[in-house]
């Protein structure tokens, strides 16, 4: 059973800083990719950042140079820091990963969310 836990949301002022964590837990070969997803109150849940193996990295347009999303391998974290935040960045998110449990079993996984508030 793989878990994944965000955590480090808060309330921050525009402008402001947050980093954001994911735990991932439980039995999982390897990890194909992880993401960070958002949704705000009554819109889609859209893709804000995801890491590939090897380390690449794509970013939504609305986050590039503000955002960054990096891995621990080791740890089995990934992190979002997120710099010059603007309140249109309000919404829960959510961290994913795709994994691969077992020969040619491959699935994906998602968090409970973690509420971001950019407010003055």
């Given at each position: 059973q793989v878990q994944v836990v965000e955590s480090g949301g808060g309330l921050v002022q525009p402008g402001g800083s947050?980093?954001?964590s994911c735990a991932v837990s439980g039995s999982c070969l390897s990890i194909?990719?992880?993401g960070w997803y958002r949704q705000a109150p009554g819109k889609?849940?859209?893709?804000?950042?995801?890491?590939?193996?090897?380390?690449?990295?794509?970013?939504?347009d609305f986050v590039k140079?503000?955002?960054?999303?990096?891995?621990?391998?080791?740890?089995?974290?990934?992190?979002?820091?997120?710099n010059s935040l603007k309140p249109e960045d309000t919404?829960?998110?959510?961290?994913?990963?795709?994994?691969?449990?077992?020969?040619n079993v491959r699935n994906s996984y998602w968090g409970q969310g973690t509420q971001v508030t950019v407010s003055s």
């Amino acid at each position: 059973q793989v878990q994944v836990v965000e955590s480090g949301g808060g309330l921050v002022q525009p402008g402001g800083s947050l980093r954001l964590s994911c735990a991932v837990s439980g039995s999982c070969l390897s990890i194909y990719d992880m993401g960070w997803y958002r949704q705000a109150p009554g819109k889609q849940r859209e893709l804000v950042a995801i890491i590939v193996d090897g380390g690449f990295t794509n970013y939504a347009d609305f986050v590039k140079g503000r955002f960054t999303i990096s891995r621990d391998n080791s740890k089995n974290m990934v992190y979002l820091q997120m710099n010059s935040l603007k309140p249109e960045d309000t919404a829960v998110y959510y961290c994913a990963l795709n994994c691969r449990s077992g020969v040619n079993v491959r699935n994906s996984y998602w968090g409970q969310g973690t509420q971001v508030t950019v407010s003055s």
